[in-house]
């Protein structure tokens, strides 16, 4: 089994990757999110998106929510994705769906 813990931050995800790497394959991957709050086309490279499709469980650590959500549209096969953070509860809502 791979994990993948995708952050946007340094300073999220270090003890669930320390503890996740204890039993499993894992990979802590650093991504550049947008600044702004609102985004009207996000477009994640393709070679992140490659990349990240080789694991069988993602953890994201990502603030901004556009950015989440993209991760979640363009990864949805793979086994499971756990998201770590987010604002508010209208994004927990639309992530449920």
Do not use: C, N
Not at 23 to 52: A, M, N, R, Y
Not at 67 to 81: A, C, F, G, N, P
């Amino acid at each position: 089994m791979k994990v993948a813990i995708v952050r946007d931050e340094s300073s999220f995800g270090e003890k669930s990757y320390e503890t996740i790497k204890q039993g499993f394959k894992t990979e802590l991957i650093d991504i550049e999110s947008p600044s702004e709050i609102f985004i009207d086309k996000l477009i994640l490279d393709k070679k992140i998106i490659t990349h990240l499709s080789r694991f069988d469980i993602i953890v994201t650590y990502i603030k901004q929510a556009d950015m989440t959500l993209e991760i979640v549209e363009k990864l949805h096969k793979v086994s499971w994705i756990i998201i770590g953070i987010w604002r508010g509860k209208g994004f927990k809502t639309v992530i449920k769906i």
